[in-house]
Structures are given as structure tokens and as C-alpha cells.
């Protein structure tokens, strides 16, 4: 493709409310797949990445990008794997927490697969890949660099960058299908991305899992929402680790890199059982126990055996 011949595409967002309308997904599928082959000007990729998030994005769309990103990105199967989404703009307020509750997810035959890269506008917070890049990960987590896995989106980092705004690869990088994992467990932060979510990846993941956790993270720092959907059927629960007597107090402050290291190294009581919570949490969502409680317990019993 031109930068002459994508003109049309790029009205179809960049005219005004009047004459903008939504791309079919076939339409959607040229544009990206001109995108990541640089066939197109950066100004013209700026302009249409603000136009489609101006103008709103449907599914129809989001399902069309997410069929070239297939295409591009370095797929490496990870049996008995659950793919974590995460937000690329990072977190701001509290420290991550899965690193630490993959060590009480040792012995469950249980696979993490993480992803991360670049800091994404717009939130600059700290970022997974910072965390991963500094911490000694146990052996159950792998992690997996967008410059490796997606360099063709990884590419688009610096206009990204520059345009300084959230845009609607914001959305959809959270889960990428890279180690082909039959279960994803993914971030929310406001209700409608709940429902778009479902939409989006329902089809992909034979059991998602939406968590309305810490600044949009799969995390869970107080109480919270989580949609289940597994065999097209949508189900929620309520979970709360006040109800297990976990005390956390949730920062308001922002925190820095070197801090959310301190607290991963050097945990707190505190901390440490809300880590052990998210373990049991996602022992429960996975069906490994029968119970949030359930699994506290059985990661007491595994742990107090493997240390005697």
C-alpha cells in the first residue's frame, strides 16, 4: 500500500462526526497489516491511531487488528500456562504483586505467562517489564519481551510516545496469544471494558478471566469483581481479602520503581499475605481447589512440606 492509496481509510476516521463511520473488519485487517509493514507514513499512522480513538472503536474493528497481530507475533506454546493482561502504560500507586504469589503457586503444575515492553502512554507508571527486568522471577513465570515476540508493534513505541495519548492499541495489546494459553486472566478498570473484553476474547481463550483489580491489573489489592467465561456462559463473583483478614492498605502516593522493587524483595507481613491471597484466588479461578479458602490451605500445606 501508498500513502496515497491509504487515504480512504484514513477519511473513514478523519472527516468529523458527519462522514466518519466504522471500518469492516476486512478494511481494518489492510490497515494494520499496513501498519506493521511500514507501508504507511508515520504522520498518517499518528492521524488515524487519533481519529479511531476519537471517533470510537468497534468490535468489528478491534476483532480485525487482533487477526493481523496473529499474523506478526512469535508464538511460543507454554503447556499449562495462564496468559496475564496487562496495561502497557504501567501502574502508578501500588506495587505489582504477581511475581510474588508466583511462589506460592509452585507445586500446582500452574504456568505464568507475562508479557510486557516499552512504557505506552498514557498513565506513566511503572512498567511490568521494568519489574521483570529487575527481579529474580521464579521458575513457573516466563516473561516475554515485545521486542522480541512483536517487534513490528514494538516498532510503533516511539510514535506512540510521542502522540502522548492513550490509543486503541491501549486495548488490545493486553492479551496476545503468545503462548497459545487455553486460559487468560486480564486487567479492568471501568465496566465497559468488562463487556468489550468478553466480546473481544471470549472466542480466543476457552476461560477468561476478568478481574476489576488495581489500576487495571489482574491483581487484586481490595475487594473487587470477577467475570468468568467459560463454554459462552458469563458468571461473576465478589472477592475481598478484608473477608480472609488480610489488612492491606492500598497506597495513594505514587510510587517509585526503586520502591515497588524494595516492597518485592523485601516484602512485608502484609504484603506477603495478599500475594498469598492472589495465589489462592487464582488457584480457585483455575479450578486447582474448590474453594478461595480451599487454597489458602492447600498453599500452606504445600509450603510447610517443602520446608520440612
Known amino acids: 500500500m501508498t500513502s496515497r492509496e491509504f487515504l480512504p481509510y484514513l477519511k473513514c476516521v478523519g472527516t468529523g462526526p458527519k462522514r466518519n463511520r466504522d471500518l469492516t473488519k476486512e478494511e481494518m485487517k489492510i490497515v494494520i497489516r499496513a501498519f506493521l509493514k511500514q507501508e504507511v507514513l508515520p504522520e498518517q499512522v499518528a492521524a488515524f491511531m487519533l481519529g479511531w480513538r476519537v471517533k470510537g472503536e468497534s468490535i468489528e474493528e478491534f476483532s480485525g487488528a487482533l487477526e493481523v497481530f496473529d499474523e506478526f507475533v512469535q508464538h511460543s506454546p507454554l503447556a499449562n500456562s495462564i496468559e496475564f493482561g496487562y496495561p502497557y502504560d504501567g501502574k502508578i500507586k501500588n506495587p505489582y504483586i504477581l511475581p510474588l504469589a508466583a511462589e506460592y503457586l509452585q507445586g500446582f503444575d500452574i504456568n505464568l505467562s507475562l508479557h510486557g515492553g516499552l512504557l505506552q502512554p498514557a498513565k506513566e507508571g511503572t512498567t511490568l517489564k521494568e519489574i521483570c527486568d529487575n527481579t529474580p522471577l521464579e521458575n513457573n513465570i516466563y516473561y516475554y519481551d515485545r521486542s522480541e515476540y512483536f517487534p513490528e508493534l514494538y516498532a510503533f513505541s516511539e510514535i506512540r510516545d510521542r502522540l502522548g495519548l492513550r490509543s486503541s492499541f491501549n486495548t488490545i495489546e493486553k492479551l496476545i496469544g503468545i503462548t497459545q494459553s487455553d486460559t487468560a486472566i486480564i486487567g479492568a478498570f471501568h465496566k465497559p471494558f468488562v463487556d468489550k473484553y468478553i466480546k473481544l476474547y471470549k472466542d480466543r481463550y476457552k476461560k477468561l478471566i476478568i478481574i476489576k483489580g488495581n489500576e487495571g491489573t489482574p491483581e487484586i489489592f481490595s475487594k473487587c469483581a470477577v467475570t468468568i467465561v467459560e463454554n459462552n456462559e ?75
Request: charged share 25%.
Open 234 to 308: 458469563v458468571s461473576e463473583i465478589k472477592v475481598d481479602p478484608k473477608a480472609y483478614g488480610i489488612e492491606y492498605k492500598k497506597s495513594t502516593e505514587r510510587i517509585s520503581l526503586k520502591d515497588s522493587l524494595e516492597q518485592l524483595h523485601n516484602p512485608s507481613e502484609a504484603f506477603r499475605e495478599l500475594a498469598k491471597f492472589n495465589a489462592a484466588v487464582i488457584l480457585f479461578l483455575v479450578n486447582k481447589v474448590e474453594s478461595i479458602e480451599a487454597g489458602l490451605l492447600a498453599i500452606s500445606d504445600y509450603h510447610t512440606t517443602a520446608l520440612s
